[in-house]
């Protein structure tokens, strides 16, 4: 699986859009990208996942560049429960990584009031 | 739906004793996947089981093992407990193991004194 690079750290006033980037430049065709977050001793919870379209759902919206190399979670109102870390994930579909996420040190944002 | 559930959520144990950890996936999900989260390494996968096999494995030594019941419930063990293994072991269900969306559990805190 292609390795992530996301920033360690990042703050949104609450109410604003915050935008999490992720580097994944030796993405392969087939891999997609997921994120999940976790809050506070909380296991981490599924946001979206996409593959090269743009993709959104009630929690946020995937923006992925056309390359694919890097990609873009956002929360257009952040709230203080948006409080996370939030893991951005780039995984093959299928049966040779059955069950398995590999995680990196994600990005914690602070979202304040 | 219920979500994962597992148990116990807390436990301490000495070094050189074993513990086994208990894991309820969503019910119809059919794959369950383990994992330990420390403070220095973060999340990392353990071993997936589906009807009650394993098939995928991560990097830990064979005192980590585990095993799936015909329900879909599972069970990780370690035995001869170390210092190091004091973490925090969470447990996703998924319908098939290759699903896009992974649930998670609260997790069990082992310490190990």
């Known amino acids: 699986d292609a390795k992530t690079t996301q920033p360690p750290s990042m703050d949104c006033a609450e109410g604003r859009a915050a935008n999490l980037p992720c580097n994944h430049s030796t993405i392969s065709g087939n891999e997609y990208v997921y994120w999940y977050r976790q809050i506070h001793s909380q296991g981490p919870q599924y946001i979206i996942h996409g593959l090269k379209n743009n993709e959104t759902n009630e929690m946020a919206s995937l923006i992925i560049t056309e390359d694919r190399k890097s990609s873009t979670l956002i929360l257009p109102h952040a709230t203080l429960r948006d409080t996370a870390v939030y893991y951005c994930i780039v995984r093959v579909y299928g049966s040779s990584n059955t069950g398995k996420l590999i995680f990196g040190q994600g990005t914690t944002l602070q979202v304040k009031p | 739906k219920a979500g994962v559930t597992q148990t116990p959520r807390y436990l301490i144990k000495t070094r050189g004793q074993q513990v086994t950890l208990s894991c309820s996936p969503i019910?119809?999900?059919?794959?369950v996947s383990w994992y330990q989260q420390t403070p220095g390494q973060g999340l990392q996968f353990l071993f997936e089981?589906?009807?009650?096999?394993?098939?995928n494995k991560g990097n830990f030594p064979g005192r980590f093992s585990g095993r799936q019941f015909s329900n879909s419930r599972s069970e990780m063990n370690v035995s001869t407990l170390e210092l190091g293994d004091s973490a925090l072991y969470l447990c996703?269900?998924?319908?098939?193991?290759?699903?896009?969306?992974?649930?998670f559990g609260p997790g069990t805190r082992l310490t190990v004194t």
């Open positions: 019910s119809g999900h059919r794959s």
């Open positions: 089981y589906f009807s009650e096999t394993q098939r």
């Open positions: 996703a269900s998924s319908l098939t193991g290759e699903s896009y969306e992974q649930y």
